[in-house]
């Protein structure tokens, strides 16, 4: 079936990287973007960026610009997120997520299960 | 950047009420809005899609409608398993923004 499959649980200190991955499969990789969401405890979903696996293309939110890396690696239909310099407000639920196109619009219908990390001393 | 306001950003209703909930755009989106449902500990799950089409296996309860720059998400009669928060989002530009949420809570 489709589905994304994202790497477990981390836990880091503050100014380290954390290199999250969102494996997918059931479908044909190259064709859809994937987009990383996080959630903070208790908070909203905030978008993080989006990478398009035909070429590597990548957008990301002004917020994280600087400091967020997406990448892929077709070969395994993965995609990866690295974000560094963290800090204590960045630890969150971390997911990734397929858009698909339908006619009349765009929307995020399979979601990996989540990546919790926590970012302490 | 795009900005989307839910409200009410939580409300109190008991099983087989009629809810809705409202999101605005700060600029038009056409009909470029989707609704996810999102339970506790769970990764959201898309609802409806282009403002007002059904996602696949999502029960008729659910409906959305608008164009431009208000929504609505209506659920016609609550059940308990929609207890849950709401996100609105626009797929109209990146970044993909979404709205604060709407926590349904039981009453």
């Not at chain 1, 859809?32 to 903070?40: K, N």
């Not at chain 2, 164009?67 to 709401?86: K, N, R, W």
Request: charged share 15%; net charge positive.
């Amino acid at each position: 079936q489709v589905q994304l499959v994202q790497s477990g649980a981390d836990v880091k200190k503050p100014g380290a990287s954390v290199k999250l991955s969102c494996k997918a499969s059931g479908y044909t990789f190259t064709s859809f973007y994937l987009h990383w969401v996080r959630q903070a405890p208790g908070q909203g979903l905030a978008w993080m960026g989006l990478l398009d696996p035909r070429g590597g293309s990548t957008s990301y939110s002004q917020k994280f610009q600087g400091r967020v890396a997406m990448t892929w690696d077709t070969s395994t239909s993965t995609v990866y997120m690295e974000l560094s310099s963290l800090r204590s407000d960045d630890t969150a639920v971390y997911y990734c997520a397929r858009e698909s196109y339908y006619g009349s619009g765009n929307a995020f219908d399979i979601w990996g299960q989540g990546t919790v990390v926590t970012v302490s001393s | 950047d795009i900005q989307m306001t839910q409200s009410p950003s939580s409300l109190s209703a008991s099983v087989g009420d009629r809810v809705t909930i409202t999101c605005r755009a700060s600029q038009t989106i056409s009909t470029y809005l989707n609704w996810y449902q999102q339970k506790p500990g769970k990764a959201p799950k898309l609802l409806i899609y282009a403002a007002s089409s059904l996602q696949s296996g999502v029960p008729s309860r659910f409906s959305g409608s608008g164009s431009g720059t208000d929504f609505t998400l209506t659920i016609s009669s609550l059940q308990p398993e929609d207890f849950a928060s709401y996100y609105c989002q626009q797929s109209f530009k990146t970044p993909r923004t979404f709205g604060q949420g709407t926590k349904v809570e039981i009453k």
